[in-house]
């Protein structure tokens, strides 16, 4: 873009000197091009010069003890140093920072050699080189880490900061090993420092502040909340919000669980987040025998990978054992993201081999022609498939019935044997079998609103929390990647076994 100077001058003489003009834009636009250049430079510099600064020498092992810590000014300068780049400088800063601030890998080497040749030496001597050596092993930007999350905001800045490296990672921006390593340290820190006793679980209300309310209501990501009624219901009567907290970032909710007090284990969200009734009601204590966990978000992108929901979930159902000491039945009422693009993957695939009957009988595919006035074969394919695309299928009795048993058995499948590494392929459903859930009853149009129906086909599942039965059935998922399943679950399978063939 010219600079506005450039035009009025472009303006001014444009009559009587049109090439003086020409000649003076492109000396301005020259000088812009060469500030730019200087600017760029000095950016870089600027961060030659702010890390050198900030990211001191590693201690020899001798006086690692011993050293002063640096000035809190440096973290200060370095996290406003980094706030106030653009994208694309904070991709060259985190990368200079993991590649040139690292690991001494030479110096490692030679502890590792040295190792070797300790091994038929005395155990004091042996465990002496592998202290070193593990000493060795650490980043030389840890410190000014663990000194940033000592200044005020410090640990917030580290959880953001994380948050972007993982951004670098997943958008392919940065395949660097050095990014990589750098996200690793990052998370074993923020585990050490984000270990579920430094936590504190807190109970939202209505009368908790209002700007605790509106992040409630900012960061929930299964059901948005529409409004300040819909968020008032959902922390009022039969409800429950709670939410883990921690000293270093006041004010700000890591990870949030929403609970719906029930008499029986819910099978639908649209009795939980669209019944109104319960509003202004007292609860009476004897109809509510069941906790329904119906949604839990984490809410900084920072701490993925570090262990919070399956404590919160933990810590919740003793909080209302506490509470309702004769309350039996924990579950949770869970969408199954995902479902839709696997099934469409699949629709595609059996079209393209022409194995259309491996997945739905004869039976089946004929009352999709009738239901579809379409005709056999790819038609009839390509006329479930848009259907389920589209969800039109919803608007019409006829259709949800010919659906229902073909992608109950499907879901089922999906949830149950789709693997990744021997491991449920879902996020939700390996989540919840890691915590020692049952995976217990699916619901036919569980979620008929527009994001249920594009993400699972409306289905929903219940992962059960028998609690005498958690922990082995987390022993059992994690060690030897069984799932616990029950016999709707499993029959759902069995008719899939029988009727599809992937």
């Not at 011993?66 to 780049?85: A, G, I, Q, T």
């Not at 709670?242 to 649209?270: K, R, W």
């Not at 099934?343 to 739905?360: A, E, M, T």
Request: with cysteine.
């Amino acid at each position: 873009m010219i600079p506005h100077f450039a035009l009025r001058a472009v303006r001014s003489s444009v009559r009587c000197w049109r090439h003086g003009a020409v000649l003076k834009v492109t000396r301005e636009a020259s000088a812009v091009s060469g500030w730019r250049c200087f600017s760029a430079r000095g950016r870089a510099s600027g961060m030659e010069e702010i890390l050198a600064r900030v990211v001191v020498p590693l201690p020899s092992y001798e006086t690692r003890e011993k050293s002063p810590p640096p000035p809190e000014s440096n973290s200060l300068d370095f996290m406003h140093f980094y706030r106030s780049l653009d994208e694309v400088d904070k991709v060259e800063l985190l990368t200079k920072l993991s590649r040139d601030y690292g690991v001494d890998h030479k110096g490692a080497s030679e502890l590792a050699v040295k190792l070797l040749d300790t091994q038929l030496r005395d155990l004091a001597t042996i465990l002496q080189v592998e202290d070193r050596l593990r000493y060795s092993l650490t980043p030389r930007y840890k410190q000014l880490l663990c000194h940033i999350s000592r200044v005020e905001g410090g640990v917030k800045f580290l959880v953001d900061l994380r948050a972007d490296v993982l951004e670098l990672i997943t958008s392919k921006v940065s395949e660097s090993p050095q990014i990589r390593e750098l996200s690793s340290t990052l998370k074993s820190l923020l585990s050490e420092w984000f270990s579920v006793g430094l936590l504190r679980l807190e109970r939202i209300t209505w009368q908790s502040p209002c700007e605790i309310l509106q992040k409630i209501s900012q960061y929930e990501a299964v059901h948005p909340v529409r409004n300040w009624t819909d968020l008032k219901r959902r922390v009022g009567p039969y409800r429950r919000c709670y939410a883990f907290t921690h000293a270093a970032m006041p004010g700000e909710p890591l990870v949030v669980l929403h609970v719906a007090l029930t008499e029986e284990i819910s099978d639908n969200i649209q009795s939980i987040v669209r019944e109104f009734a319960t509003l202004d009601s007292e609860e009476d204590v004897n109809k509510i025998n069941s906790a329904i966990f119906y949604s839990i978000s984490s809410t900084q992108a920072g701490l993925q990978g570090v262990e919070l929901g399956n404590y919160l979930i933990k810590k919740v159902v003793r909080e209302l054992q506490s509470e309702f000491p004769h309350m039996a039945q924990f579950s949770s009422l869970s969408p199954i993201p995902g479902f839709s693009v696997w099934l469409q993957g699949v629709l595609n695939q059996y079209r393209k081999d022409n194995r259309g009957s491996d997945l739905l009988s004869e039976q089946e595919w004929r009352e999709v022609e009738q239901a579809t006035d379409s005709g056999a074969g790819s038609p009839a394919a390509d006329a479930l498939r848009k259907l389920i695309s589209s969800g039109e299928w919803t608007r019409s009795d006829r259709l949800s019935s010919v659906l229902e048993p073909v992608l109950m058995r499907l879901c089922a499948w999906y949830l149950y044997g789709e693997k990744r590494r021997g491991y449920a392929l879902n996020p939700v459903a390996n989540f919840h079998l890691q915590n020692g859930a049952t995976m217990w009853r699916l619901n036919w149009r569980a979620d008929t609103s527009p994001r249920g129906v594009a993400n699972s086909c409306g289905i929903m599942v219940n992962y059960r929390y028998f609690l005498s039965e958690t922990s082995r059935n987390s022993a059992l998922y994690l060690q030897n990647k069984v799932v616990a399943a029950s016999e709707q679950v499993l029959g759902l399978v069995s008719q899939f076994q029988k009727n599809s063939k992937l």
